[in-house]
């Protein structure tokens, strides 16, 4: 099956600090890809839809000068969450789609803000 | 707007037992993808079955079967044979038609396999 590699499954950083998190789509070509934030015991909440070349489209409520999608190729997205603070820690999951309309998912990345 | 509910926050089953968890949703589209999702412990999501709204025969992946009834816009999962390895969250999902579409997840349902 396709496989997604998400890095790093865990980070730790200070209040203020800027964290990337790279979503890699390793045997496909992913046009589309979607970036998740799950809380604790709830449901995955979309943040932003990111298609390769052009501009991500946010959600509602989802700031993007806080978080700043880049899609720059066909196997690459990264989520940086600009200047964390503690609100921000969670869990972020991204996906990618291949051409079956299936999302693939990373693993996940737990971002701690102390 | 599309919406996902799963009725059911948390269930149990005895292990090679057979359990359905539910999912209902809504919507006007007439075509559409719809999903079950599970996240076990580590966190990963995994795709356990996929069924096309066009299509009337119901979706089956090995223990994992599914009960499609578009009228109703019922989606459940039934698990044959449970297993202590499919102790996990599960999430329906819907998904419009077209290419690159987003999902609309479900609340959850919390599955314990009980030894």
């Known amino acids: 099956g396709a496989v997604v590699s998400q890095h790093p499954s865990w980070v730790i950083c200070k209040s203020g600090t800027s964290v990337k998190i790279e979503c890699r789509s390793l045997?496909?070509?992913?046009?589309?890809m979607f970036w998740y934030r799950q809380f604790p015991k709830q449901s995955l909440m979309l943040m932003a839809t990111s298609n390769e070349g052009s501009k991500a489209t946010y959600e509602q409520g989802v700031e993007k000068d806080k978080f700043l999608i880049n899609h720059a190729s066909l196997t690459l997205s990264t989520l940086t969450v600009t200047s964390a603070h503690p609100e921000d820690s969670s869990f972020y999951i991204c996906?990618?789609?291949?051409?079956?309309?299936?999302?693939?998912f990373g693993a996940g990345t737990r971002l701690s803000v102390l | 707007a599309q919406t996902v509910t799963q009725s059911q926050p948390e269930m149990s089953v005895q292990e090679a037992e057979t359990v359905t968890l539910s999912c209902t949703y809504d919507t006007s589209e007439n075509n559409y993808y719809l999903f079950w999702y599970k996240q076990p412990p580590s966190r990963q999501m995994i795709l356990v079955i996929r069924q096309e709204a066009y299509k009337q025969q119901n979706a089956t992946e090995n223990r994992f079967s599914v009960n499609f009834q578009k009228a109703a816009k019922s989606f459940s999962l039934k698990i044959s044979d449970s297993q202590l390895g499919d102790t996990a969250m599960y999430f329906c999902?819907?998904?419009?038609?077209?290419?690159?579409?987003?999902?609309?997840f479900g609340p959850g349902t919390r599955l314990s396999v009980l030894p």
């Open positions: 045997d496909f070509q992913a046009t589309t």
């Open positions: 996906s990618a789609t291949g051409g079956k309309n299936i999302q693939y």
């Open positions: 999902a819907f998904m419009k038609f077209n290419y690159g579409q987003n999902f609309v």
